[in-house]
C-alpha cells in the first residue's frame, strides 16, 4: 500500500506532467502542423487494414 505522502507525489507529478507536455505540444502545434499534415491518412489506413484483418478473421471462422 501507498503512504499519503507517496500518493499525493504521485497525483502532483501526474498534473504538472500533464501541464508541461501540454504546453509543449501548444508550443510545437505549428511545426506539427507543417511537417506532419497528411499524417491522418495513414492513421485511417492503418486502422481500416486493421479492421479488414479482423472481418476476414470472423467471415473465415471455421
Known amino acids: ?3 499519503k ?9 501526474f ?3 500533464a501541464i508541461v507536455i501540454a504546453m509543449t505540444y501548444k508550443k510545437d502545434l505549428k511545426l506539427h502542423r507543417m ?3 497528411g499524417s491522418i491518412w495513414i492513421l485511417i489506413a492503418f486502422i481500416a487494414f486493421i479492421l479488414f484483418i479482423v472481418a476476414i478473421k ?3 471462422k471455421v
Open 58 to 60: 470472423f467471415l473465415f
Open 15 to 17: 498534473i504538472i506532467f
Open 35 to 37: 511537417f506532419y499534415a
Open 1 to 3: 500500500m501507498f503512504s
Open 5 to 13: 505522502g507517496q500518493i499525493i507525489f504521485g497525483v502532483l507529478f
